[in-house]
């Protein structure tokens, strides 16, 4: 079991910057790959970003590749994901998500979940 708080959202201008945290507690939480996704309202949760377990590999997706990084600290139990250059259409709320597995990009394929943290960007 996996438990995990997001924090760090907030409201921004376009082109401004956030940090996402995820903290993750679980007697095995650092063996967990994570990810983050984003649903705005009247949309589908999509794949943003993943990280292994060790933080040795990463995915994005192509809407915030450049702009985004996720990254972890292993002995924290902490994964981030730093959010630069912001775009109105990246106003959602973003949650944190852990699987076992490694490169799943699919939301159904993620058990584990946090409560989500709103991220509004203003033109």
């Known amino acids: 079991q996996v438990q995990l708080i997001e924090s760090g959202g907030g409201l921004v201008q376009a082109g401004g910057s956030l940090r996402l945290s995820c903290a993750a507690s679980?007697?095995?939480?650092?063996?967990?790959?994570m990810g983050w996704f984003r649903q705005a309202p009247g949309k589908e949760r999509e794949f943003v970003a993943a990280i292994s377990w060790r933080g040795g590999s990463t995915l994005y997706a192509n809407s915030v590749k450049g702009r985004f990084t996720i990254s972890r600290d292993v002995a924290k139990n902490t994964v981030y994901l730093q959010m630069n250059s912001l775009k109105p259409e990246d106003t959602a709320v973003y949650y944190c998500a852990a699987d076992p597995r490694w490169g799943r990009v699919a939301p159904y394929e993620y058990h584990y979940w946090g409560q989500g943290t709103q991220v509004t960007v203003s033109s």
């Open positions: 679980g007697r095995t939480a650092s063996e967990y790959a």
